[in-house]
């Protein structure tokens, strides 16, 4: 059983081009959401979704679009890089409200 | 809105000493409260929950937390930890309006020392 499966684990970006973070799950949740790590913040919320088709923002969605045409897939893109998304993103699914988050294993991006 | 602060960034421990990470939280609605681990360069996998009932969890690895309520704490103790223990700890609230969205705290360093 994979779990959640983040692609890919390592990118360097220049600043202003874009690209696309590949997420997915085969536990067949409906919560997915997307956070970015940096150091001394802890992790913060970019985007999320409940199901198939909704997606909304959460903390830090500036630069960032999701969609969520399946429920098995979430992918993150980022439209224009720059510097300050420097970061590790993690992408996360839960079956419900007060259910274990179970983690991809991260993308370490860097833009240069 | 929800918030959680983790009071000490770094905790260096001898090995087979106890530990406690402190954790308090700012919310005006019941919350349920989480601590996650994360070893170096992995994801994050959850230690323990705290959803209702009694306020004494306990988790996996030895690891166990205490709701309080009246403090709006949710320190995670363990009694005698191990160099295996070195990792990351976070503590997370879920928003309460059902959408799986987690709330972390800063993290804390645990530091585990021969």
């Known amino acids: 059983n994979a779990g959640v499966t983040q692609t890919p684990k390592f990118q360097v970006l220049k600043t202003g081009q874009s690209m696309t973070l590949q997420c997915a799950q085969d536990?067949?949740?409906?919560?997915m959401s997307w956070y970015r790590q940096d150091p001394g913040m802890g992790l913060r919320l970019i985007h999320y979704s409940v199901g198939a088709g909704i997606t909304d923002q959460g903390e830090v969605p500036n630069g960032y679009n999701v969609s969520r045409s399946t429920t098995e897939d979430f992918p993150l893109r980022l439209l224009s890089a720059a510097p300050s998304q420097t970061s590790v993103y993690f992408c996360?699914?839960?079956?419900?409200?007060?259910?274990?988050?179970?983690f991809g294993q991260g993308t370490r991006l860097t833009v240069v | 809105a929800q918030s959680v602060t983790q009071l000490d960034s770094q905790v260096p421990v001898f090995e087979e000493a106890p530990v406690e990470l402190r954790c308090n939280y700012s919310s005006s609605v019941s919350v349920y409260l989480f601590w996650y681990v994360q070893y170096p360069n992995q994801g994050l996998q959850l230690l323990l929950k705290y959803l209702s009932g009694s306020t004494l969890v306990k988790g996996i690895n030895g690891f166990e937390a205490e709701f309080n309520k009246s403090q709006t704490s949710f320190h995670l103790r363990k009694p005698s930890v191990h160099i295996s223990d070195t990792a990351e700890y976070f503590c997370?609230?879920?928003?309460?309006?059902?959408?799986?969205?987690?709330?972390f705290g800063q993290g804390t360093t645990l530091q585990v020392k021969p």
């Open positions: 536990m067949n949740h409906e919560y």
């Open positions: 997370a609230v879920s928003d309460p309006s059902n959408t799986g969205k987690l709330i």
């Open positions: 996360a699914s839960s079956s419900h409200s007060g259910a274990e988050a179970f």
